[in-house]
């Protein structure tokens, strides 16, 4: 498929428009592509309103599951979608749709060919649900644009129930815009917002959180909000004469354009300005064209103006605030803390594990307390306060840790941990402790790591992309793989053919057992074919 995807791509950055996408979406190799993606997903062993998994259709032949999705493209009906409440920190729920398994491979389907589509046309500075992206990148965004470009004054603006407020109509016109306008892609996309959810009927508006298609069609919605944004100064198209890069930002900096940038993590957003004037205007502006184009609400209390220097501003689990660079220095520089909520979280979590080892003292809970705490330490390295942070999670912790594990831990020693471990941990000098041989991991110990801008270059779409995201598949020929991929077992089931093709690939196309290089092998086997074929039609080798 890849071929047919980079054209896609391709086209959708020349700006054009998409008639006949059905062909490709209904497509052998996109549905056998769909069902290799949603089974390493681990949500397709979660049952949706019919009660099947993923479990349920591997024993089906390729044969029947090519002709069973390709008969619900020809006259969609969605099944309806399983409601489950997902429990959030602040004690409220999230309401979940979960469609059905085969409604999830339909949608993988559509997904597939939508995405290069909607990629070309993405803002570049949106990081959510979207490929190769993520909050690091986002935040890395944000520092940059106060660091080197000096923008304090910040916007925060809050959607009221964002996923549950989108617009259907306004949804559709958006794709049509985008240049998706294949009716049928269209009518069973609307047929998908409109999928009856058990226990509450037909929605009238949003996009169920769950579903395979959801993220993308979200990023749609707010891609409008993207794009206005950077036109009103990043990339706004100034007919001022000027004779380099920079002279652009010196030319628009002459009119009474609000300065302002975007950065974008799904429906969190922030805006960065000048002025306080600037961001004042700006403001208001944002929350217009919310409700006034996109039919979405903001929350008064929540939306406001701050002023860096002198308070903080949340975005992703951290809290960022402008300070002196040095007592002798000039200037000012982002700093950045794990917010108080996502301490309360850690807290939290931490806290759970340790009650569990008091309940059950193994090696298997110290090592589920181990990931939790290197989980924490990952996400957050990011934060330039991150030691402070984490030495002031240790101190609350350490109580804790004490009175529920004192008659159960031993003292242990640095040796004593895994290689990776101490790979990891190693300039640390904690008292380490034990249950069962398995060493507990020091809360604090973690240093910030900076987190780079994400490069534009990378694309699952391009040639030049891809060599940015992986290396490995040159040691395997193209044409080899695409034997493999494409001669399937006619008798075997649809799991055993997909994991043949993964297989091949993990041992770089050489037997497991001897060694001996399988591309050698089948690429005799495809000579041998070539020459039958040619004899056949009567041609002389």
């Known amino acids: ?30 549905i056998r592509l769909a069902y290799r993606n949603i089974k ?12 099947m998994t993923i479990e349920d259709i591997k024993h089906l032949s390729v044969e029947e599951v090519i002709g069973k999705v390709q008969n619900m493209l020809q006259s969609y009906k969605p099944e309806k979608v399983r409601r489950v409440f997902i429990p959030k920190a602040n004690g409220k729920t999230r309401p979940l749709g979960i469609p059905t398994i085969w409604d999830r491979i339909l949608q993988q389907c559509m997904l597939q060919v939508l995405e ?31 660091n080197l470009s000096g923008l304090y004054h910040c916007i925060d603006v809050d959607i009221k129930g964002f996923f549950d407020n989108v617009n259907h109509s306004k949804l559709l016109k958006q794709m049509w815009s985008l240049g998706i306008k294949d009716k049928t892609v269209l009518s069973i996309t609307s047929k998908l917002l409109k999928a009856e959810i058990e226990g509450e009927g037909v929605p009238t508006k949003g996009t169920p959180q769950g579903g395979i298609l959801s993220p993308l069609l979200s990023n749609i919605v707010l891609n409008e909000l993207d794009w206005w944004v ?39 957003f922030k805006v ?50 402008v300070v002196r660079k040095g007592k002798t220095r000039k200037g000012y520089i982002a700093h950045s803390n794990m917010s108080k909520k996502a301490k309360t979280n850690a807290k939290t979590k931490i806290k759970d594990c340790i009650k569990s080892i008091h309940k059950n003292p193994c090696a298997e809970t110290v090592w589920h307390f181990n990931t939790v705490v290197m989980g924490i330490q990952n996400y957050y390295a990011a934060a330039t306060q991150i030691t402070n942070n984490l030495n002031e999670l240790n101190f609350h912790l350490r ?26 941990y190693k300039g640390y000098g904690p008292q380490f402790y034990k249950i069962q041989d398995m ?71 050489r037997c497991a057992v001897t060694g001996w290089s399988l591309v050698f092998r089948i690429g005799i086997v495809i000579i041998k074919n070539l020459i039958i074929s040619q004899k056949m039609i009567g041609f002389r080798i």
């Open 1 to 30: 498929m890849q071929h047919c995807l980079d054209n896609l791509y391709s086209q959708s950055v020349d700006g054009h428009n998409f008639y006949d996408l059905m062909n490709v979406i209904r497509s052998n190799e996109n």
């Open 40 to 51: 390493r997903n681990t949500g397709s062993k979660t049952a949706g309103s019919n009660k």
């Open 116 to 146: 290069p589509i909607c990629e070309a046309r993405f803002y570049k500075h949106s990081y959510g649900f979207r490929p190769n992206r993520s909050t690091h990148h986002a935040k890395a965004r944000l520092e940059s644009l106060i």
């Open 230 to 268: 950077s036109n009103q100064w990043e990339s706004f198209k100034s007919h001022y004469p000027y004779k380099y890069t920079g002279g652009k930002t010196q030319a628009l900096k002459k009119s009474n354009l609000k300065e302002c940038y975007i950065v974008r993590y799904a429906d969190d």
């Open 272 to 321: 960065l300005c000048r002025t306080r004037s600037q961001a004042v205007r700006m403001n208001y502006a944002i929350k217009d064209f919310l409700y006034t184009r996109l039919n979405l609400e903001t929350s008064e209390e929540k939306s406001r103006v701050i002023n860096l220097k002198k308070n903080s501003s949340e975005f992703l689990g951290f809290t960022f605030r």
């Open 399 to 424: 109580k804790t840790l004490y009175n529920r594990l004192k008659d159960l831990r031993k003292e242990a020693k640095f040796k004593d941990m895994t290689s990776t471990l101490q790979k990891r």
């Open 439 to 509: 060493v507990f991991v020091p809360i604090y110990a973690q240093r910030h790591k900076m987190n780079l801008c994400f490069s534009q270059d990378t694309c699952n779409f391009t040639a030049v992309g891809r060599t940015k995201i992986h290396q490995n598949l040159k040691m395997i020929q193209k044409n080899v793989l695409h034997h493999v991929m494409t001669n399937f077992i006619p008798n075997r089931t649809i799991e055993y053919n997909d994991n043949r093709i993964s297989k091949f690939i993990a041992q770089n196309g």
